[in-house]
């Protein structure tokens, strides 16, 4: 199946600095990519679509501000944890799929620990 | 947007056929029926997808009555290492996937 690479695995920032998250689908082109959040035991929650050369389509509840995604190019796309603080503490997964109606693929996740 | 209803966890013994059932009342004509494993600080990973009817791959199969408003994962022959949890979605396209809380399968040996 295609490749969702997703960088770094795991990252620990201090609070109130912020955190690169990278999404790349490496054997094909994701025109639409989703960032989810997972808290411990519970299932994915989707935060955004992001869409290559448009802005990202937020969930409810999801700070535009905070959460900067970036969609550059078809095989990559970026989330940012600006301003962090040890409640934006989670686990964070990519998907990509090469279309709307084909399955996802997910990247590896990134824990992200802020202390 | 259909939801969709599971088992919150299930046991089982490594060697036996596990199958897990999906509840998707309000699954809508253009749906598709899509499951995913997820260990611990992992992605979900792609299990088998379908429409109707039985779809079977190298992993799993998928059972599909007529009516579509249910759906049964079936793992044949599971081992330790088929411990995870195990999502139902149901969807039209990847936009309006909604995650449920998932089926927690522990395999004992």
């Known amino acids: 199946g295609a490749v969702v690479s997703q960088h770094p695995s795991r990252v620990i920032c201090k609070s109130g600095t912020s955190v690169k998250i990278e999404c790349r689908s490496l054997d094909f082109q994701a025109t639409t990519m989703f960032w989810y959040r997972q808290f411990p035991k519970q299932s994915l929650m989707l935060m955004a679509t992001?869409?290559?050369?448009?802005?990202?389509?937020?969930e409810q509840g999801v700070e535009k501000d905070k959460f900067l995604i970036n969609h550059a190019s078809l095989t990559l796309s970026t989330l940012t944890v600006t301003s962090a603080h040890p409640e934006d503490s989670s686990f964070y997964i990519c998907?990509?799929?090469?279309?709307?109606?084909?399955?996802?693929?997910f990247g590896q996740g990134t824990r992200l620990t802020v202390v | 947007l259909a939801k969709t209803t599971q088992p919150i966890s299930m046991d089982s013994y490594e060697g036996q056929e596990v199958n897990i059932t999906c509840s998707h009342n309000n699954i809508a004509t253009n749906d598709y029926i899509t499951w995913y494993q997820q260990f611990p600080s992992q992605g979900p990973r792609f299990i088998i997808q379908g429409y109707k009817t039985k779809v079977t791959n190298e992993v799993a199969s998928l059972f599909i009555p007529a009516d579509r408003k249910s759906s049964t994962l079936s793992l044949p022959r599971v081992s330790l290492s088929d411990t995870a949890v195990y999502y139902c979605?149901?969807?039209?396209?990847?936009?309006?996937?909604?995650w449920g809380a998932g089926t927690k399968l522990i395999i004992k040996p």
């Open positions: 998907s990509a799929s090469i279309r709307e109606d084909t399955e996802a693929f």
């Open positions: 979605l149901v969807g039209d396209s990847n936009y309006q996937l909604i």
């Open positions: 992001s869409n290559e050369g448009s802005k990202a389509t937020y």
